[in-house]
Nanobody, 118 residues
Framework: QVQLVESGGGSAQAGGSLRLSCTASGGTFSTWSLGWFRQVPGRERERVGGISRYSITPYYSDSVKGRFTISRDNSKNTVYLQMNSLKPEDTAVYYC???????????WGQGTQVTVSS
């Protein structure tokens, strides 16, 4: 059974940094494409960015481009979201997700809260 567990959330001041981790158990992590999403209560979930199974250049939403960096370490079954120059509007619950090859997000983590204060 596949599980994704996020960690690293918390509070930061505007302009600060946080790094989220998402570690998988079960399945074949190295064959998955991975994504990071975030959601604010009452709003639709937003895809922050992702990285393919081949670790070719990650992609990002315009709202985080140049501030956030996604990377993966297949030896640790972990994907990272490095968040720099944080803004209050980055406050959300952040989720990682995995596409096992069927073109949909098959697995999801439980989410981790990120709160950025001004």
């Amino acid at each position: 059974q596949v599980q994704l567990v996020e960690s690293g959330g918390g509070s930061a001041q505007a302009g600060g940094s946080l790094r989220l981790s998402c570690t998988a158990s079960g399945g074949t992590f190295s064959t998955w494409s991975l994504g990071w999403f975030r959601q604010v209560p009452g709003r639709e979930r937003e895809r922050v960015g992702g990285i393919s199974r081949y670790s070719i250049t990650p992609y990002y939403s315009d709202s985080v481009k140049g501030r956030f960096t996604i990377s993966r370490d297949n030896s640790k079954n972990t994907v990272y979201l490095q968040m720099n120059s944080l803004k209050p509007e980055d406050t959300a619950v952040y989720y990682c997700a995995a596409d096992s090859g069927w073109g949909s997000w098959d697995y999801w983590g439980q989410g981790t809260q990120v709160t950025v204060s001004s």
